[in-house]
């Protein structure tokens, strides 16, 4: 009248987990045609490129001017002390309005103040300062 607990009788239990392996394959034939299916993308850009010979290099050496601004913030042009904003103003002007603008060397001392540097880079990108260029201490760059 025992109960038999060591075997379950006839019946012979399975694995009932899924067999995934087909799916799987499946999945890996469905990404293989969708990769060979999708047309490649070409990203082209038409240009039209200019057609003949450049023009010769010109032998005239453009006009430099300096503006120098020193570490107590006052300002130089070409090595001559501007007293005032408008003098600055009234000489990027008379620079915007030259047929051919001379190159403008902004060479800012390390210790002078950001908001000058700015206010004169500023100035001269409104009044029409076409070749402008931030000069630094590149001669001391090799001695790190």
């Known amino acids: 009248m025992g109960m038999n607990l060591g075997s ?25 045609m969708l990769i060979i299916t999708i047309p490649l993308q070409t990203q ?19 006009k430099v ?35 051919d603008q001379p190159e403008m060397h902004i060479n800012p001392n390390r210790l002078a103040d950001y908001k000058t540097v700015a206010h004169v880079l500023a100035d001269a990108q409104r009044l029409g300062i076409r070749k402008l260029g931030i000069v630094g201490q590149d001669q001391f760059m090799g001695a790190q």
């Open 8 to 32: 379950g009788g006839d019946e012979d239990e399975g694995i009932v987990d899924i067999n995934t392996t087909p799916l799987i394959d499946v999945m890996l034939v469905l990404l293989i």
């Open 44 to 62: 082209s850009v038409s240009m039209n490129l200019p057609q003949g010979d450049p023009p010769p290099p010109t032998d005239q050496e453009s």
């Open 65 to 99: 001017v300096n503006v120098v601004i020193d570490f107590d913030n006052s300002i130089t042009w070409n090595g001559i002390p501007v007293s005032s904003e408008g003098d600055l103003v009234s000489l990027f002007q008379s620079a915007a309005a030259e047929s």
